[in-house]
T-cell receptor
């Protein structure tokens, strides 16, 4: 069966510090991978998606970047965090046109 | 603009009641629609996926219907239980490789 792992689960970082959130998927190959952000009281906003290694599409201009160094690994990064980057970050995967599966999420608080 | 709306934003019902959650989308040419459950501070769990050619999907006490012509989907929960308390989100995809567009969710509270 397929599983998705996301870490760290909780993170408190000062403004201006770097960020790295990691996500890996097991039990499938060549998945579509996604990073979403869910701000308090708001819906999910798609940040990045990837259909293959090195192929990253950005949905919104922002202070964040994503990379896919391996088939089943997706990394969300920032060089310098802003207060507005605080939120709940969710990694997800799917096969083409199929159900999308989410990780447990990472709580980021920028102070 | 393709938008997904969920009404109501919050709902509180007594245990045992049957209930309906609503989802509407502005562009009816969808590829599929998915309902999710989110517990506080957790990720999303997929409940039901309805392809554009389907009218409904059922899983246990859950039944999701799709009416593309009116741009609506409903999630029916039978005999609600306190354990059903969570936020329910619907999301629409407009093509096979496209992104999911989420509604804001309905926060459901089932009182014992």
């Amino acid at each position: 069966s397929q599983t998705i792992h996301q870490w760290p689960a909780t993170l408190v970082q000062p403004v201006g510090s770097p960020l790295s959130l990691e996500c890996t998927v097991e039990g499938t190959s060549n998945p579509n991978l996604y990073w979403y952000r869910q701000a308090a009281g708001r819906g999910l906003q798609l940040l990045f998606y990837s259909v293959g290694i090195g192929q990253i599409s950005s949905e919104v201009p922002q202070n964040l970047s994503a990379s896919r160094p391996q088939d089943r690994q997706f990394i969300l990064s920032s060089k310098k965090l802003l207060l507005s980057d605080s939120g709940f970050y969710l990694c997800a995967w799917s096969r083409q046109g199929d159900t999308i599966y989410f990780g447990e999420g990472s709580w980021l608080t920028v102070v | 603009k393709q938008e997904v709306t969920q009404i109501p934003a919050a709902l509180s019902v007594p245990e045992g009641e049957n209930l309906v959650l609503n989802c509407s989308f502005t562009d009816s040419a969808i590829y599929n629609l998915q309902w999710f459950r989110q517990d506080p501070g957790k990720g999303l769990t997929s409940l039901l996926l309805i392809q554009s050619s389907q009218r409904e999907q059922t899983s246990g006490r859950l039944n999701a219907s799709l009416d593309k012509s009116s741009g609506r989907s409903t999630l029916y929960i039978a005999a609600s239980q306190p354990g059903d308390s969570a936020t329910y989100l619907c999301a629409v995809k407009y093509n096979q490789g496209g992104k999911l567009i989420f509604g804001q969710g309905t926060e459901l509270s089932v009182k014992p």
